[in-house]
């Protein structure tokens, strides 16, 4: 069984930080790509960022430069550290995994509130 644990939402004002963590357990085969996707109430879900197994780095516009991603292939984790942060940026986040020739794998989400 495939599980994406994620962590490390909460509440938090404008400008401020926020650190989030997903771990992949129980994939066999090599993760291509993994990233973040986050979704706010009656909007579609959006890529927030992305990266591959090398390293690469894919970032939505509204997030360059106050958004980081990175993650560890050992572990299969991805993390996401998110600074100067905006109300504009609350939504449910989730990661993902992309194991191509098998399947996308999906975590249940985590909530980002960011409010004064």
């Known amino acids: 069984q495939v599980y994406l644990v994620e962590s490390g939402g909460g509440l938090v004002q404008p400008g401020g930080s926020l650190r989030l963590s997903c771990a992949a357990s129980?994939?066999?085969?090599?993760?291509?790509?993994m990233g973040w996707y986050r979704q706010a109430p009656g909007k579609q879900r959006e890529l927030v960022a992305t990266?591959?197994?090398?390293?690469?780095?894919n970032y939505a516009d509204s997030v360059k430069g106050r958004f980081t991603i990175s993650r560890d292939n050992a572990k299969n984790t991805v993390s996401l550290q998110m600074n100067s942060l905006k109300s504009e940026d609350t939504s449910v986040y989730y990661c993902?995994?992309?194991?191509?020739?098998?399947?996308?794998?999906w975590g249940q989400g985590t909530q980002v509130t960011v409010s004064s």
């Open positions: 993902y995994a992309d194991v191509p020739g098998r399947s996308t794998y």
């Open positions: 129980g994939i066999m085969y090599s993760i291509r790509s």
């Open positions: 990266i591959s197994r090398g390293g690469t780095t």
